[in-house]
């Protein structure tokens, strides 16, 4: 009876608040979220929705960011397929790690910085799983918000467009530097020096280590190191995002080469990995944030640091993708098998390259396609205007964003000829 008379009692309080109050003066819960407008849509997702939609049997999805091979379907790796089977049944699911995997960070660490880094002999590099690309580029802008409070990051244009929706959500303030030069199709090298040369000293920007996204076009080795000695003299610190290493030239040391020569330099940088393109582990969600320190000591502090961070977002990493890549790269000859493997598939995107270009010469194209073939990786800025990709979409069923980007991975042998009629229909008049 005392519980009932003290539930009645709150009843009575709560009824005579609301009097004294006045019932129109308290919000009603459905009043919580009445401000609350759709976002916007995300335009490379925008663009897979209009192409499930679209009935015509012809389309051709060129604006997908995940490899197909060239029957168009999604790919699965004999290597992962492998790993899998052996991991089933075998793990528990246990939580990882704040930082994750041990032997997953240890593996990814090596294909960044090299088997034998003095760097991770020495105990100075913090890294920690994460949650693909994306959650290395958002940890990693978090740590530099709270720890660099009224720094600043450098973006080129064009980028991955969520680098600035990660860098804006960590209240990190954005610049952007000039990175690729329309007219010619390639890098605005020149532009690009003085911005980094002109940028207030002890700067930090964000490179793409290989294969550009959304361009595809890399500096060459030169140009790398031209870059490295300016951010040397400036002081400047260098965050690579490298979501294709492998995926690029099918070598996965010659796609880390713009890392090693920082190295070489003695830079401290920062990386965030991706196993999404160069093991086909989309939605698995794996990958690795690492800093280069100035000692042990010094990792041991930033690593830590890294980890509170992850706390609140979500604890603890995945750990099925963590085995399935730290599975791979710890068995010799699961490793050959991926290095293999990953080299089809960047041989496939770069015969799809060559291939398109042919096919438009051979049509008479007044325009040069040149760039093609000389841009590298899953995407291929084409130099088409939002008009012209409009006419692609509504004439031919072709369909991808509206900056002209192609992903090469949406072109095979049986559509290459469709697409490039397409492209010189809506271009020949230029």
């Known amino acids: 009876m005392a519980v009932r008379t003290e539930l009645l009692s709150r009843r009575q309080v709560m009824m005579m608040m609301m009097r004294s109050l006045g019932a129109r003066s308290m919000s009603s819960p459905s009043s919580w979220w009445r401000s609350v407008e759709p976002a916007a849509k995300d335009p490379i997702l925008g663009v897979t929705e209009a192409f499930l939609a679209d009935p015509t049997p012809t389309k051709v999805n060129v604006g997908v960011g995940a490899y197909r091979d060239d029957n168009g379907k999604p790919v699965v790796l004999e290597c992962v397929r492998e790993a899998e089977r052996r991991i089933a049944g075998n793990k528990n699911m246990e939580y990882l790690p704040m930082g994750g995997s041990l032997k997953m960070i240890e593996e990814t660490v090596k294909l960044a910085y090299g088997e034998d880094s003095d760097l991770i002999k020495d105990k100075r590099i913090a890294a920690v799983q994460a949650l693909s690309g994306t959650g290395a580029c958002r940890l990693f802008a978090d740590f530099q918000k709270r720890f660099c409070p009224d720094s600043q990051v450098y973006i080129p244009v064009p980028t991955w467009s ?176 991926w290095l293999k493997e990953v080299k089809g598939m960047a041989d496939r995107i770069i015969g799809m390259r060559t291939a398109l270009r042919e096919n438009l010469e051979k049509l008479g194209s007044p325009l040069s396609w040149e760039h093609i073939t000389k841009q590298i990786g899953m995407f291929c800025f084409s130099g088409m205007t939002p008009e012209q990709v409009d006419r692609l979409t509504s004439e031919f069923h072709i369909y991808l964003t509206r900056n002209g980007r192609i992903s090469m991975a949406g072109i095979t042998t049986g559509n290459v000829g469709y697409l490039a009629n397409a492209i010189h229909e809506v271009t020949k008049s230029t």
């Open 162 to 337: 969520n680098h600035h929706n990660i860098w804006r959500d960590a209240h990190v303030p954005q610049r952007t530097y000039h990175y690729y030069h329309p007219e010619s199709r390639g890098l605005d090298f020149s532009a690009l020096m003085d911005d980094i040369k002109n940028a207030p000293n002890g700067s930090l920007f964000l490179l793409h280590a290989c294969a550009h996204n959304p361009t595809g076009v890399d500096p060459t080795e030169e140009q790398w190191r031209e870059i490295s000695y300016q951010f040397k003299v400036k002081g400047h610190l260098a965050f690579f995002d490298m979501a294709y290493q492998g995926f690029a030239s099918g070598d996965t040391e010659r796609d880390a080469k713009s890392i090693r020569i920082f190295l070489e330099d003695g830079h401290l940088i920062g990386c965030a990995q991706s196993y999404a393109k160069n093991m086909g582990l989309y939605g698995q969600r794996v990958g690795c944030l690492s800093v280069v320190c100035e000692d042990e000591k010094q990792a041991i502090a930033v690593k830590s640091q890294l980890q509170q961070l992850a706390r609140p977002m979500y604890s603890n990493p995945p750990v099925h993708g963590a085995l399935i890549v730290s599975t791979i790269l710890d068995d010799p000859d699961l490793k050959k098998l």
